[in-house]
């Protein structure tokens, strides 16, 4: 297991621990990355190893058959979901409260509801937040997805997708212009090894050993970074040219 996450371009490190049972126990940034926003952290878990409290996120985290995590948060800043028969999310909402019948009832002005709904082969197909569609997605033969569309009225736009044997390869917007571009190692395991991503100019992109991005930079600076806490906050250092 990952002991310590450290690099020149994150200004920064996060050193993890763990149980005899090798689960993580806690996770401590350095003092730069707390300044992002990324906080000390402490898990507990219960009988069956799912994650039951967090030192960051306090209140009961509550699970349902199948070990499925139905809630966590507390009162009126409590997550929860629902799941279709497959497991899959169909509802998260964000605040509100519970009542009989009605998990998750919006119970202030505050709380949201994001519904997810899925086609026969179980793919996400369409995301209402408060009931407005937000997203659509269509799919190829193989099950890869082609096209999002997202937003509403003169604001929806349309992303295309385009793939190799090795992983996605450019976005290409509704005017047909190329908005991303991705290279892969050749003959490489699907989405594992990407060699570079262009964006507005070129940029490399790297992966660690366990498939985890690395900064995005280009040839004079980092033009993007991240690092999160397992189910809880990710900070983003926007790159500076």
Do not use: C, F, M
Not at 214 to 237: G, V
Request: aromatic letters at 8%; a positive charge.
């Amino acid at each position: 297991h990952i002991q310590r996450q450290a690099g020149p371009d994150i200004q920064g490190s996060t050193d993890y621990r763990y149980d005899r049972l090798d689960r993580l126990i806690q996770a401590s940034p350095s003092l730069s990355l707390q300044e992002l926003g990324l906080p000390h952290e402490h898990y507990s878990y219960d009988a069956v190893h799912n994650r039951s409290a967090s030192a960051h996120q306090p209140g009961p985290w509550q699970y349902a058959s199948g070990n499925r995590l139905t809630q966590w948060g507390q009162q009126q800043q409590a997550t929860r979901y629902q799941y279709n028969h497959s497991g899959h999310i169909t509802q998260k909402t964000q605040g509100g409260t519970n009542t009989p019948g009605n998990p998750g009832s919006p119970g202030n002005p505050n709380a949201s509801t994001t519904s997810y709904h899925y086609d026969a082969a179980q793919r996400l197909v369409h995301i209402e937040q408060n009931g407005q569609t937000i997203a659509r997605y269509h799919y190829d033969p193989k099950g890869r997805r082609i096209a999002k569309t997202t937003g509403q009225g003169a604001q929806q736009t349309t992303t295309w997708y385009v793939y190799a044997e090795e992983g996605l390869i450019a976005e290409i917007n509704e005017q047909g212009q190329t908005q991303k571009s991705y290279g892969w190692e050749p003959d490489s395991p699907w989405g594992t090894k990407i060699l570079w991503q262009a964006d507005h100019g070129p940029t490399t992109a790297a992966a660690t050993p366990i498939q985890t991005p690395r900064p995005t930079t280009t040839s004079t600076a980092t033009t993007w970074a991240r690092r999160k806490l397992p189910r809880t906050k990710t900070a983003t250092r926007p790159g500076r040219k």
